[in-house]
């Protein structure tokens, strides 16, 4: 029965007919003969969001990478392929906004192609000044040891201009 809702999800053969996600993993779960609590208790995630993905309540749901987690994980407690599932859920975002009516603007779920996707464009301010403290520590520890002579103090600078 689960490779015949897999195959029904993956490749339906009207778009009339056609299984959402959120409804194949209902009848997987109801074929189980399980409840909202008892997968909630196994995977770990609200019975409210679980409820709200088989209703396909966008809204109410984690979005990215957190709705993904929550997919995979109830179709391996269910016994499917969760890529197979993930990737019926994108394909469906995608064919979303094509059926919907002209006056309503779907909501779509975002699903992150990279974790890195943060900018690194802005400057780092908090190491630079980390890094000029250490410098100016390095410099005042060169001057105190005899490293570095005394000529180059700022004050022998000041004592040349006032004779």
């Not at 088989?54 to 995979?72: D, F, M």
């Not at 000029?132 to 410099?139: G, N, Y």
């Amino acid at each position: 029965m689960t490779q015949q809702l897999d195959t029904a999800v993956l490749q339906p053969e009207t778009p009339a007919q056609a299984a959402t996600v959120g409804q194949a993993l209902q009848a997987l779960r109801l074929a189980k003969g399980w409840s909202l609590e008892e997968v909630s208790s196994r995977i770990k995630f609200s019975s409210r969001q679980i409820h709200a993905l088989e209703n396909e309540q966008w809204a109410k749901l984690p979005s990215g990478v957190s709705l993904r987690g929550l997919i995979r994980s109830y179709a391996r407690l269910l016994d499917t392929d969760p890529s197979a599932i993930v990737a019926s859920l994108e394909a469906q975002i995608a064919a979303a906004p094509a059926a919907a009516p002209m006056g309503r603007v779907p909501r779509t779920v975002p699903v992150p192609v990279s974790a890195h996707d943060d900018d690194r464009s802005a400057m780092p301010w908090g190491w630079l000044l980390i890094i000029l403290a250490l410098l100016v520590a390095l410099v005042a520890y060169a001057f105190w040891q005899g490293w570095l002579p005394a000529d180059w103090l700022p004050t022998a600078w000041f004592s040349r201009v006032n004779p």
